[in-house]
């Protein structure tokens, strides 16, 4: 029987950015403004979803497709609860936890005191943490710089420092971003494998990647985004794939090469 993890039901979300030139107005308007020093509050709105609606279920593991902009990274932010929704909603069965970049670290705290804090954060119990530590700092490969701020990590350790904090637990709905799989080419074997550890024991799996062979090989459902609205949502996922590759001009062999 479907047992359902996540619920999108009309999502809409729009990013508002401030001082981005909206409408310039004209010549006489704008000198009223510097005779009156009055500054121009100019807002642009970005509506990056457009009403999306699906059912996701326990042990499905979705594949999210489409080009630069699509969308993708906006979805998967607003069901993880980064981003609040213009409209519509989102539900879901736990919490969802996106395995990405984009963690917080904190430059002036050591790389000790961010493992700590990202971990409570996580909701990790103290005693957890404390046994926890030791395999995470290993994880990262960080080695003696574990005790220095953040600030003096490159940004290829810093990533792995993330990764290994954000991967440290299993969560229930996880969420994983391709932007992850950085850093060197052993760091980027070690964290696929953890990736793949992870969708295990997770009930429910949302990928986002170019990477197309990783999608299919590793997704029962797939869905294809285009300007905020979904094109494609099914469990055919090889034809949604041979559809965007026609689609985006993209090759076969980016699929192959993918697989290796
Ligand atoms: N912080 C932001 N402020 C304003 N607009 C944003 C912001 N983040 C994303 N956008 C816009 O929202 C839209 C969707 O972006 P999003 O990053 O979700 O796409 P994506 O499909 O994940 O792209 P990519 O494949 O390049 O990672 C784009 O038009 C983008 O310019």
């Not at 310039?24 to 500054?39: D, E, F, I, N, P």
């Amino acid at each position: 029987m479907a047992d359902p993890t996540v619920v999108v039901d009309n999502l809409h979300v729009v990013y508002r950015v401030y001082g981005a030139g909206g409408n310039k107005g004209t010549a006489a308007t704008s000198l009223m403004r510097l005779v009156k020093r009055q500054r121009r509050v100019s807002i642009r709105e970005v509506h990056a979803i457009r009403g999306i609606s699906f059912v996701v279920n326990h042990g499905d593991v979705v594949g999210v497709i489409g080009r630069n902009g699509s969308g993708k990274s906006t979805l998967l932010r607003a069901i993880a609860g980064l981003l609040p929704a213009e409209q519509g909603a989102v539900y879901t069965s736990g919490q969802a936890a996106l395995l990405g970049v984009n963690a917080a670290l904190l430059d002036d705290l050591t790389g000790e005191r961010n493992v700590v804090l990202g971990c409570l954060a996580m909701g990790m119990p103290p005693a957890e943490v404390k046994t926890r530590y030791p395999q995470i700092v290993d994880f990262s490969g960080v080695g003696s710089f574990i005790d220095l701020p953040m600030r003096a990590y490159s940004t290829g350790m810093a990533q792995r420092l993330r990764f290994a904090i954000a991967s440290a637990k299993s969560h229930e709905i996880l969420m994983i971003d391709e932007a992850l799989a950085t850093g060197d080419a052993s760091f980027r074997t070690k964290s696929h494998n953890r990736i793949k550890e992870l969708r295990d024991e997770a009930g429910t799996v949302f990928l986002v990647a170019h990477n197309l062979g990783e999608i299919e090989q590793s997704c029962n459902r797939v869905i294809w985004m285009e300007a905020g609205q979904i094109l494609r949502d099914s469990d055919d996922v090889t034809g949604v794939i041979d559809e965007y590759l026609a689609a985006t001009g993209g090759e076969p062999r980016h699929r192959e090469q993918a697989r290796l």
